[in-house]
């Protein structure tokens, strides 16, 4: 149904369809209301949304990896059981996300294909390796705690498709964050060994978080058409802000240090400042020049590939069975 | 699939192509023309439990409807959700034109008279 | 499984977001209150339940079994044929998780012994799984053929149990059945694409069967733990379970329009501790951080 989205209004009297199509779009977005598939809708707002949206997906998907890393070596049977868990929602938001993406035109073979060919971008935390078990409590608490931060907002994003994916990915995700923190909390209270790895994960893990959401206002060209059309609700920096507010507060709880000695709150704007960020860094692993950019890439093509068989044969199997049913009522 | 495929083709077309081939035989799902592996779209509705109506939920990929229900149930329904599953070809659904004059919902608009809180008089009275 | 009326308070979750009709919704999600493993530590604890020697060392083939195949399980969680398959094989995965911690936490009430105590610090030849469990995941064919042999075998087995007169057993069985029934399910489905598909799964399907077919046999095989067991009625004969299996596995076989593989039998023995070279790795893996910090908490 959704999928099926097309440029309906495109047709003979294109320019008086465009005209109140838009005029339709723009009533829509200023009653904050939703957006739906089979509207009209410009073709910025649109590319904008396939874009997010497809970038959302793809870091749900790649970000499976550096916790899948640990599955097999959980040190304990209910951890491996709760990473399993989650590492498995990832991909179940995954799937949330390419359908609500496919909602505006796009197949998801065509966006997987762009993924593993380079083409596609998606969050540059990824790249970083998961080097010890402490690292999958600052996933969680950090990484995860940063995506709630910047997708509770989205559930009022202006497309529906994309909101309705955010609820359910913020109702499954809650767990995630919690998780991370009771590992880093268990090993924070551990062993003066465990506790060096959870303070050695969160000063690793920390600013990568932090860029998480995106470059400074001033340097996000996109980020004001994007609230505009009401899919964000918060700029990068007062997201990041409030972000570190949160981890200001949670990080005492865990007796651990956030390893930054500039965080303070600012009393004239009502925000928390943090300690200035390498973007150069950010934008060195969004181009491919991270850690794990290589290793997140061949491993999800080798998936891909390796299952190439796999979805031909169920494919093959529904051709042929759908023939005899055919033939039978014949 | 094909991952090393022609990137260069428009953001569109290949939905467009899957639709057109969709249309031909919309259960078998055969993906678009250049990926005849590739899986089709299915919606999934699901009821939360028994008295209630099934909900829209979103879609997933499968390449027949019990493969789909299954993914159904393995993707939607992990956390206690669900206590029965609908799955539909995305292809199958008709849809009313999201025109923007919406006047085929414009009809009821103004017949306040099918509604009980138009009948004011009888307010107060019992068991009315 | 509880009615969404008295799930709701101790599962609800709400993010305030503009959701519609609550009632209605596709989301609603709630914990559920079946058996869990956590249950099961609380009666050993409390000495509720305290299995007998027998039915530790019974319990203890039955959750390294669990274990071993979710360790393998766990490894298709991102490299999965499709997305939707690796949400599939993740939620087998956990179930036979599952399954292994109510086991492990069980038969540790007889030794004074943890779940981890006896997933963690025992060495390869004190486990007690048989040898398809461990069997490498090779390709997609091959897991869905060891798929296809464990979950029938499993749901002969766990049907059986849950009228085990060890009321523990019993009820981890009457929680394990339900889901290996979809495991089977799950399995036949795919042994019947793979196997009506193209040349090549066909071809991939027929010889992940006979590369798991070999390990068949150990899986029915009595012994005397078993026989005491059978006999005071806290378990049946493995033997007993093979007649059943072979049907219906045969009637997937049959529609399928493959032969039941003709190989000799491996000789088995991991019930006793004699495992083939493949466990030590496995478990050198699933091991290594719990050991590189003996007595840490997690």
């Known amino acids: 149904m959704e999928a099926n989205a097309q440029r309906d209004t495109v047709g003979q009297n294109a320019d008086s369809q465009d005209a109140d199509g838009q005029a339709n779009f723009d009533r829509v977005i200023a009653e904050d209301s939703r957006i739906e598939p089979r509207d009209w809708m410009p073709d910025a707002y649109r590319k904008t949304l396939l874009r997010q949206i497809s970038q959302h997906a793809h870091s749900e998907i790649i970000g499976m990896q550096p916790e899948a890393n640990w599955i097999s070596r959980a040190p304990s049977l209910k951890r491996k059981a709760i990473l399993m868990a989650k590492v498995q929602d990832e991909a179940g938001h995954g799937l949330y996300l390419y359908s609500a993406a496919e909602t505006l035109g796009q197949s998801r073979d065509k966006m997987m294909a762009d993924l593993i060919a380079g083409k596609a971008r998606y969050s540059s935390i990824f790249n970083y390796p998961a080097r010890t078990w402490a690292d999958m409590g600052a996933i969680g608490w950090l990484v995860d705690g940063a995506a709630i931060c910047n997708q509770v907002p989205l559930c009022r994003a202006s497309y529906g498709p994309y909101g309705r994916a955010m609820v359910r990915v913020c109702k499954e995700e809650s767990f995630h964050q919690r998780q991370g923190f009771e590992i880093l909390l268990e090993l924070a209270h551990g062993t003066p060994e465990q506790k060096r790895m959870a303070q050695d994960a969160v000063n690793r893990w920390y600013a990568p978080a932090l860029m998480m959401f995106g470059p400074p206002d001033d340097d996000s060209p996109n980020s004001r058409q994007s609230m505009a059309w009401n899919i964000k609700r918060f700029s990068n920096d007062e997201l990041r802000s409030r972000f570190v507010g949160m981890m200001v507060e949670q990080v005492r709880v865990l007796g651990l240090t956030l390893p930054d000695s500039e965080i303070r709150f600012n009393e004239d704007t009502k925000r928390w400042e943090h300690g200035p960020l390498d973007w150069n860094e950010f934008h060195e692993v969004l181009a491919g020049r991270g850690p794990c950019n290589a290793q997140r890439l061949e491993r999800r093509r080798e998936a891909h590939d390796d299952g190439a068989w796999v979805r031909e044969a169920a494919a093959a199997y529904a051709a042929k069975q759908s023939m005899k049913t055919k033939e039978q009522a014949a | 699939m094909t991952p090393h495929g022609n990137p260069e083709v428009p953001a569109s077309s290949a939905a467009e192509i899957n639709r057109e081939a969709a249309k031909v035989s919309p259960a078998v799902s055969p993906g678009s023309a250049t990926d005849r592996n590739a899986w089709g779209l299915w919606e999934v509705f699901v009821r939360s439990s028994r008295g209630l109506s099934h909900v829209h939920a979103g879609s997933l990929h499968a390449p027949d409807a019990a493969m789909a229900l299954r993914n159904a149930r393995d993707l939607y329904t992990r956390r206690n959700e669900g206590v029965s599953i609908w799955v539909v070809p995305a292809d199958a659904i008709a849809a009313s034109d999201p025109d923007s004059k919406g006047s085929f919902f414009e009809s009821p608009q103004g017949k306040d008279y099918r509604h009980a809180t138009y009948y004011t008089k009888s307010e107060g009275v019992k068991h009315l | ?298």
């Open chain 3, 1 to 298: 499984m509880s009615s969404p009326e008295t799930a709701t308070g101790h599962g609800e979750i709400s993010t305030g977001a503009a959701g519609g009709d609550s009632n209605a919704s596709a989301t609603r999600i709630t914990p559920g209150n079946a058996l869990r493993p956590e249950d099961i530590a609380l009666e050993v604890r409390t000495g509720l339940a305290k299995p007998t020697e027998d039915v530790a060392e019974y319990a203890l083939r039955l959750g390294d079994d669990g274990l071993v195949l979710a360790q393998r399980l766990g490894h298709w969680i991102s490299r999965g044929p499709e997305l939707e398959e690796d949400v599939a094989l993740g939620n087998i995965a956990l179930d036979q998780l599952g399954h292994a911690r109510s086991f492990l936490t069980y038969a540790g009430g007889a030794w004074d012994k943890s779940e981890d105590e006896l997933a963690y610090f025992r060495r390869e030849h004190e486990f007690r799984s048989g040898a398809i469990f461990e069997q490498p995941n090779g390709d997609f064919a091959a897991t869905i053929a060891r798929q296809f042999v464990v979950s029938y075998y499993q749901f002969e087995l766990y049907r059986r149990l849950t009228q085990s007169s060890d009321a523990t057993l019993a009820a981890i069985a009457a929680k394990a059945v339900k889901e290996v029934d979809y495991h089977r399910d799950h399995s036949a489905q795919w042994v019947l694409r793979l196997a009506g598909g193209t040349e090549e799964s066909r071809t991939r399907m027929v010889q992940g069967l006979k590369q798991m077919w070999p390990y068949v046999a150990e899986l029915f095989e009595d012994d005397e733990l078993t026989t005491r067991l059978a006999e005071s009625g806290a378990a049946v004969d493995p033997s007993s379970l093979r007649a059943d299996f072979d049907r219906l596995t045969g009637e997937i076989l049959a529609e399928a329009e493959l032969e039941v593989p003709d190989v000799p039998a491996a000789p088995g023995g991991g019930r006793h501790g004699r495992h083939s070279e493949h466990l030590g790795y496995l478990l050198a893996e699933m091991q290594v951080l719990a050991r590189e910090y003996p007595g840490a908490s997690w």
